[in-house]
Every structure is written in C-alpha cells, then in structure tokens.
C-alpha cells in the first residue's frame, strides 16, 4: 500500500500479520543493508540510487536518519538475529570512518547481531587513503568491496571512472593488508575491449591473490548517459568467450565460481549476498532501500523513499517507508527461483518449501519441464542448474513466472 496518510508502525505490523494462505513453517535468516546514496561522480553507465555530491555529504543529519529509520522498523523483526551487515551504495567510503563507527554502534545497540557476523562495506579506489581503510576496520567493518572494475587506464576513463589504475592497485594492497577478507569488482565487455586486454585485467587482478571476485557483464541500463550516448560494445560471441575465459583462469587459480557473477577462495563465500541468493530476509534501511520480510502468513517487500533529502525528512519524521507490498503467492516461484538459481550448488526442495510456504506441488510440473530441456539436474531433493542451464539463466527462470 501507498503510504501518503502515514500508516502507524503498528496497523503495518498489524497487517503482516493478519491470516493468510502461506504456511512458512520458519522465518529464514535476516540480514541488515543500509544505502548510502552519494558518489563523487556518476558514473556513465550506472543506474543505482547515487547521486553526485556536491556540496559535500550530509553525514550527520543521514547517520541520525539511519537510526530513525531503524528505530521505527524494529518492530518488524523483533526478537531475530542478524546474520550479516551490508553497507552499500553509492560510495558508502565516502562517509568519515567516526561516522562509519557510529553507524555501526547505533546498529549493534538495536538489533542482536549474530557471534563473528560480516560487516561488508563499499569502497571505491577514488576515497583511497591508507589510514582510511584501517580506520574502517577499526570501526568494525570486517570485510571490504573494492570496486575496481579494471586495473587498464584506458578503459577506467573509457567508462567514466574517478579513479586510475595506480590507485585502484593502492586500495587493494591496502585492503589485503587491512582485512582478513575483502572483495574486487570488476566488469568485462567494456567499450573496445578485446579478449587478450580482458585476459591481461583478469590477470591482474589475480595477481593480488584476493579472497573473493565479482565479475559482471558491463549492462546497458536505460536512463544512463551509456544508454544515451552508446560506446561500441563486445558483440554476445566475444562477451561469451570473455566469460569462458574468466571462469577457466579463475578455476585455475583455485576459485570457485559459487554464483554467476561470484567467485571465492575457500571459507571467503559472501555470507549476505549469499542469503539472499537462499532468499532469505533482509531489513532494508537508507534511501532506496529494498526489504524482503517474512512472517507467518505472508512474504512483504518493504522499499524506503529513494531521493536523499525525501527520505530523510521522512525518516527523521519517522516514516522512512514509502510502499509496501505483499508478494503475490503466485509469484513466489519466480521470486525464488530468480535467486537461488544463480548459486551453482542450486537448492534442496526443503529450503523452496520453508521459504516460501507453498507446497512443492507448486512447481513440480515446471521442474520437470527444466529437466527435460536439460536446464536442471535433479539428484533427490536437490535441484541444480545444469551447465547449459547456467548458460541461459534467464531462460531457466523465466519457466518458473506465473501464468
Ligand atoms: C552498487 S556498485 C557499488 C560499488 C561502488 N559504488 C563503485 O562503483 O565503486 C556495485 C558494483 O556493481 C557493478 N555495476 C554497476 N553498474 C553496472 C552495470 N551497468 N553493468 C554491470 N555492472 C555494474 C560494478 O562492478 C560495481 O562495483
Ligand atoms: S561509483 Fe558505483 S554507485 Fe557510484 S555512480 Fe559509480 S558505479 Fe554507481
């Protein structure tokens, strides 16, 4: 429902709680993103909620805005554990590390976080500063996401980065020396580039032995300056030759390619982004922000205002949330399989059953379908994309929408 009469916290729960035709036999785990949407700049092809600073960031109103924010949403998760943190954006290393650490006490102070739980935070190379990233660690953050996106000069410019090669090879030295565990992302298909400019980044990056790597397909999303104005791209034979050639070197270097876009030393798996791949639950606070919540009857997404200044006044005035919406019993295979399809282990018939309350009968004549298209592979109860399924994802899920 559309909140232009503010809805009091009570009637919502209230109304997530009222009887329902879902039976989830438990709530899944929960885990906690909190956005910060600002940038140095916006990057050409992006289309995440961030927007340019201009006259610097509003951190002190935002950080006490966050705790609003969360303060009113406690009630819709009472009583649960917090499996991971996921501090995203944006440019989230744009914040002070003393705003960074009072974040993070503020959240620790309002929810019960489980022993050891990961705090993930995003960098970008441009906010480098060797005692910055220390400072992050000191504040709490255990895990760092660089977003790297390639070591080649050429092609940081090409794709509108605010940061060169030097410094993005800075950043992750300073991060393995900082943390136990931390991640790089970079993207392939970039304007002009060839197989071998692909293969010498990959290299690159390998080159510093990081625990994990997410590797994306640079996307043309409509309403960017890239969908605007097009940089000539790999055609899909080239792109798919890169993505056989990252998945070869990474194997080889002994990663393990958990996910699509994933790949992990052992023990270094995302424990958040790997919930929600699992479709667990997840509280989501910042502007923009998405929520995934289950209780006993209903599964409910819950999404914050998305404009920086809307949504603070609105979390400050104690209410962050713009709409809610219950999902559709019917879309939930979708829902579901969008997810944990991506995870190459796939999924055990259980955890479809204790997720989204719905019987197996729900998609049993769909399964059988996939299997026959040789897009799954079934061994009891366990379900996993096949080769050929991972290849044509999209395919694969699209068996499962409602009719
Ligand atoms: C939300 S961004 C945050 C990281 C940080 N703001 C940065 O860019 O340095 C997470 C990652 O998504 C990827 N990404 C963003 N836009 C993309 C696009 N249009 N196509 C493919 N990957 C994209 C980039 O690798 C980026 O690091
Ligand atoms: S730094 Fe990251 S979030 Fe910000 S505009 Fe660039 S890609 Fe988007």
């Known amino acids: 429902m559309s909140a232009d009469a503010i809805e009091p916290v009570d009637q919502r729960l209230a109304r997530y709680l009222r009887p329902g035709t879902l039976v989830l036999p438990a709530l899944p785990p929960l885990a906690l993103y909190v956005h910060l949407p600002w940038c140095l700049k916006k990057c050409p092809y992006c289309d995440f909620n961030s927007h340019e600073q201009r006259d610097g960031v509003p951190e002190a109103r935002y950080l006490d805005a966050l705790r609003a924010d969360l303060e009113a949403a406690l009630p819709f998760v009472w009583g649960r554990r917090v499996l991971s943190v996921f501090i995203g954006g944006g440019t989230p290393s744009l914040f002070s590390p003393a705003g960074i650490e009072s974040l993070i006490g503020d959240i620790r102070a309002r929810l019960p976080l489980e022993p050891g739980v990961e705090i993930t935070l995003e960098a970008n190379p441009g906010t480098f500063e060797r005692e910055r990233f220390r400072a992050f660690r000191a504040a709490g953050v255990t895990r760092l996401s660089i977003g790297v996106q390639s070591f080649d000069d050429h092609k940081l410019k090409a794709i509108g980065r605010v940061h060169d090669a030097a410094q993005a090879r800075a950043a992750v030295e300073e991060a393995a020396l900082a943390f136990d565990t931390f991640n790089i992302d970079l993207m392939y298909a970039l304007p002009g580039q060839s ?110 205002f998305r404009e920086p200044r809307a949504y603070m006044d609105a979390a400050l005035a104690g209410a962050a949330i713009s709409n809610d919406e219950e999902v559709p019993r019917k879309a939930l295979p979708f829902e579901f399989m969008l997810n944990v399809l991506r995870l190459r282990e796939g999924f055990d018939l259980r955890l479809f059953v204790e997720r989204t309350g719905l019987p197996r009968s729900a998609i049993e004549a769909r399964l059988g379908e996939a299997e026959a298209r040789g897009l799954i592979v079934r061994d009891g109860g366990r379900v996993q994309p096949s080769p050929r399924g991972f290849d044509f994802l999209s395919d694969l899920q699209a068996l499962f929408l409602a009719e």
């Open 195 to 304: 197989l071998a400019e692909l293969q010498a980044d990959l290299g690159r990056a390998l080159a510093f032995s990081p625990p994990h790597l997410s590797v994306y397909h640079l996307t043309i999303e409509p309403n960017t300056r890239f969908a605007n104005h097009p940089p000539a791209l790999p055609d899909a034979d080239l792109a798919s030759d890169m993505l056989d050639a990252i998945t070869e070197a990474t194997g080889a270097a002994g990663f393990d390619r958990y996910e699509v876009s994933a790949f992990a030393r052992p023990g270094h798996r995302c424990t958040h982004n790997l919930n929600y791949w699992q479709f667990g639950d997840y509280l989501g606070i910042g502007a923009g922000a998405h929520g995934k919540l289950s209780y006993p009857h209903r599964i409910v997404r819950q999404l914050r």
